[in-house]
């Protein structure tokens, strides 16, 4: 018999201040929250608790979080065997279209049944439907995603297998379009892969201007090749392309930037060498895979790495939302996290460093509010200690270097960059600018970058205002066609 459960957590902390705050809790059973999506009045998060080291999350897990940062969260229990939730859309009456795995055993990794549910803001099950994997598939994963067609429909993407864990899953994707009541339309299940590396999904998107649908995913077609591909509204495969470019990058996509081109954010790392250089990136991409530009927004230094899951949101095109942290692998040192904010040119608006003493930080993903803020929540946990979960809500004004540029100014003849210590703004004298384009970078010590934006125009005076920096010690240099001109060193009170 089925058993549906709430349960009650230990609320240790609720910072209030204007539009921005954070949820701090305590958990004893263990959370990952993945994914979710805001109806405009809170936001909806989904995962599932109760970890078990030797076969995984045991029960799904879902909050609701209105804008004021008050939430409500349930777990569900189901007798005997095990559920995850993945990811969601929010429909028209407020209300969550749901999808996740559940079924197997509660002594294995295996899921076999395709878990679809549509859940109010009490999270509450309003219709829920169950489709089994068809044999010979089942799935260990939890990649599955979901997004709108043209017609108001529902198309879900779920990585599946005729492997069992720990063996990698060999490139076999299934397909469903659905109603929004949960109703399946069609599905399909795509064998065509070559998947002995690893091949699975990382994301789905609608074509703009085409009833199209387009598939990201690892080993499609070529062994451990990154490739897309396009499916029609009646599911068929009609185009693919390789990304070899990508080598051996992981990557997720969440927006597009036109018609023609979309924004993929990626975590590129290259070994063999004695300083692991990884470095997190989101490229510029067109529909046929071709790169077209590159921002890299963070660098690691030799202790560390910086690590990202599918966590880059669109909430408009001045304001895109990246959010990554950085691993020191399976030890219990203290991370942080950084979010960037990026306008859909590829400029760096700004940097966020989110941290909190003796905590080690992982974000697992991000999601738009209605204010064109952002959501980030993840596992902290303290050294040899509990695990806790926070959520932390951010607004642009958290993030943005604002800047204006004089082409007549008034300048000091004896200082290139001043004031020097600043507590909020930065007057750099901009001088031999060939080129009449020139860029602009912000760095700190370890060579993390906190903004980066391409200009139009020639020498004058560029003021920052760097009030949103943290106090410390950083770098400016200027680039113009493609060599640095100018470099120099400043203190933020």
Not at 378 to 393: A, D, L, N, R, T
């Amino acid at each position: 018999m089925k058993r549906i459960l709430f349960i009650a957590l230990c609320l240790s902390a609720l910072v209030m201040r204007s539009q921005q705050w954070e949820i701090l809790y305590n958990m004893e059973e263990g959370v990952v929250l993945v994914g979710g999506d805001c109806n405009g009045e809170g936001n909806f998060i989904f995962g599932a608790c109760d970890d078990d080291e030797s076969v995984g999350y045991l029960d799904a897990f879902a909050m609701y979080v209105g804008n004021d940062g008050e939430f409500v969260q349930r777990k569900f229990c189901f007798e005997g065997y095990k559920s995850h939730l993945c990811n969601a859309v929010c429909l028209d009456d407020g209300n969550a279209f749901v999808v996740g795995v559940k079924g197997g055993t509660l002594t294995n990794r295996v899921y076999d049944t395709l878990w679809i549910a549509v859940l109010n803001t009490e999270l509450e099950i309003v219709e829920e439907r169950n489709y089994p994997i068809v044999a010979p598939y089942q799935t260990w994963t939890t990649d599955v995603y979901l997004e709108f067609n043209n017609y108001g429909e529902i198309i879900v993407l779920a990585d599946v297998s005729e492997r069992t864990y720990p063996y990698v899953t060999n490139g076999v994707y299934a397909v469903l379009k659905c109603d929004t009541h949960g109703n399946m339309l069609n599905s399909k299940y795509f064998a065509e892969g070559h998947g002995v590396n690893g091949a699975r999904p990382t994301g789905i998107i609608r074509v703009p201007g085409s009833n199209n649908m387009m598939i990201l995913g690892r080993g499609f077609f070529v062994n451990n090749c990154h490739s897309i591909c396009y499916i029609d509204n009646d599911l068929n495969m009609i185009a693919a392309y390789p990304l070899p470019w990508l080598e051996d990058n992981w990557n997720y996509t969440d927006c597009w930037k036109d018609n023609g081109h979309f924004l993929m954010s990626s975590v590129t790392h290259h070994y063999g060498v004695v300083n692991n250089s990884y470095y997190a990136a989101v490229f510029e991409v067109d529909e046929e895979g071709r790169y077209v530009d590159t921002l890299v927004y963070d660098r690691a230094d030799t202790s560390d790495y910086t690590a990202q899951f599918g966590s880059m949101v669109y909430a408009g095109d001045e304001a895109i939302y990246v959010a990554t942290y950085w691993e020191r692998g399976f030890d219990e040192l203290p991370t942080d996290a950084v979010i960037c904010l990026i306008d859909n040119d590829l400029n760096l608006l700004g940097t966020k460093r989110l941290k909190k003493d003796g905590v080690k930080i992982r974000i697992m993903s991000c999601q738009r509010t209605s204010d064109g803020g952002c959501l980030v929540y993840g596992q902290c946990k303290k050294s040899y200690g509990s695990e806790m979960v926070q959520v932390w809500k951010l607004l642009p004004e958290d993030f943005v270097i604002n800047w204006s540029l004089d082409d007549n100014p008034v300048v000091s003849r004896h200082h290139v960059a001043y004031p020097n210590p600043t507590d909020d703004y930065l007057n750099i004298i901009l001088k031999n600018i060939d080129n009449q384009s020139f860029g602009v970078v912000i760095y700190d010590v370890c060579s993390r970058k906190y903004f980066e934006r391409k200009f139009e125009h020639g020498d004058g005076l560029l003021t920052l205002d760097v009030s949103s920096l943290e106090c410390g010690t950083y770098y400016y240099e200027i680039v113009s066609g493609g060599q640095s001109v100018q470099t120099g060193k400043f203190i933020k009170n």
